[in-house]
């Protein structure tokens, strides 16, 4: 394992996201230069201000649709790129039972048309947001990353295609280096309170639910199922706090030539959590016993998901530094400052100045 760890200039698409406004504030504290790129289809403007004041200076930025070529060729002839982080993509599994097209048109023709530019402007170092959905409901946990893929939607089969996409490309081309982090359940916020999980409408995800539950955005958490066969009959998932998701994107950048062409690593902690364990560590949290109700399974869920994290240890010298009552506590303290979200007509008192 070696590692370059030098300043570079690093083009972050989906850089307002959940997990790409994390990663950008790691990057600049680690002294790399961040463009960042985003249409705010699902993010808010305002997380610029936010990450003006946690990085306490200026950022780089251009509002553009990773979709639009010319646009994003733009962005290479005015900065000199040296590698890309891939965020921007289209992300909830039910929506993409719904409108394929638009998660293929977004996840898959958006990253080959990203490639084709990068190639134009010989720049061939890539980390790729990939997810530990494309490997469906595998037949043993924890799962490594030679576990046969098996995504079970249109949202997974994007991601999966992706990585075919990228791995054909490298064996083609070995001055190519790219990785494809497959990330688990991400979760927390940033310890400043400023920047967070702000889903759009009604929460998809276990979390970000959980936390308008303890603001009382919502009323009671729904347990999608309690007879699946695990320790107490609720789901379990491997949950990553996203500072630390950002820490193995930085790491990952950092050991791009550590290896010619395309490699494939699981980012998680090895470690698995149920709902009702989760709602225990929310409501230890934010001192409340949040209500929650017993529902039906939800469907396409499977019974458990942990990854085998080892591969990230040796390759890339990461391992998880943040358990599942960090993530609550930052994702509480994010929700708390934040009831509304990013779009709350008044920022709290706390936040101004
Ligand atoms: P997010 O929705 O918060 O961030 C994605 C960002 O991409 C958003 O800011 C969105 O506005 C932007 N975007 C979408 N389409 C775009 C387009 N056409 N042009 C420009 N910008 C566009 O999601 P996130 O949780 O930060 O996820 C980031 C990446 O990680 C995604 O690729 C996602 O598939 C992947 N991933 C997420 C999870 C998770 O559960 N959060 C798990 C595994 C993998
Ligand atoms: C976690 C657990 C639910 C909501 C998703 C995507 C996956 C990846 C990671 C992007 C499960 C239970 C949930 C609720 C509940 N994302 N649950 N009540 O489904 O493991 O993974 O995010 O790549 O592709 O599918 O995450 O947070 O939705 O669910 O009981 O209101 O919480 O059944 O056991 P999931 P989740």
Redesign the pocket.
Known sequence: MTSTSRAETVLVTGATGFIGSHTWVDLLAAGHRVVGVDNFVNSSPRVLDRLRKVVDGDIDFVRLDVRDRAALGDVFRRWKIDSVIHFAAL?A?GESVDIPLEYYDTNVNATLGLVRVMAEHGVRRLVFSS???IYGAADKVPIAEDTPARPTNP??RTKWMCEQILADLCARDPSWHVTSLRYF?PAGAHESGLLGEDPRGVP????P?LAQVAVARRPE?????DDYPTPDG??V?DYIHVVDLAEGHRLALDHLDDQAGHRVINLGTGAGTS?RELLAAFSAACARDLPSRVVAR?PG?VAA?VADAALARTALGWSARRDVADMCRDAWEFQRLNPGGYDDEEEPDELVG
């Open positions: 992300k599994v997810s530990c959905a949202y997974a359940n998809n995800n276990v979390m639910y958490l729904s347990i999608f199922g609720t789901g998932r709902v939800r869920d998901l």
